[in-house]
């Protein structure tokens, strides 16, 4: 898989941030590097780094939708999230 896909991402509890994220051979680490460079382009007096990766992700169930977060702990959970991402 490459390229490039769209995300929110929510840094503190703040109001989600629409940044790119590019997704070949994309791992965990990689990830989380990515959101901190992003992080520090918008604040950059904010020192803090990403320690951990939550995806929200929505599910179907008799015509209401809800949604789940899900703690990503390693790289299989983020291909999972990209899979996840490119079938809706």
Same mark, same amino acid.
């Given at each position: 898989?490459?390229?490039?896909? @769209?995300?929110?991402?929510?840094?503190?509890?703040?109001?989600?941030? $629409?940044?790119?994220?590019?997704?070949?051979?994309?791992?965990?680490?990689?990830?989380? @590097?990515?959101?901190?460079?992003?992080?520090?382009?918008?604040?950059?007096i904010?020192?803090?780094?990403?320690?951990?990766?939550?995806?929200?992700?929505t599910?179907? @169930?008799?015509? $209401?939708?809800?949604?789940?977060?899900?703690?990503?702990?390693? @790289?299989?959970?983020?291909?999972?999230?990209?899979?996840?991402?490119?079938?809706?």
């Amino acid at each position: 898989m490459a390229g490039w896909i @769209d995300v929110h991402a929510e840094f503190n509890s703040g109001e989600p941030q $629409r940044l790119k994220v590019r997704c070949l051979d994309v791992t965990l680490r990689g990830l989380k @590097d990515q959101l901190n460079e992003f992080n520090q382009g918008v604040n950059p007096i904010d020192t803090r780094r990403v320690e951990y990766v939550r995806y929200k992700c929505t599910t179907l @169930d008799e015509g $209401r939708v809800s949604f789940t977060w899900v703690e990503l702990k390693n @790289d299989e959970n983020v291909t999972s999230m990209f899979w996840e991402h490119n079938m809706f």
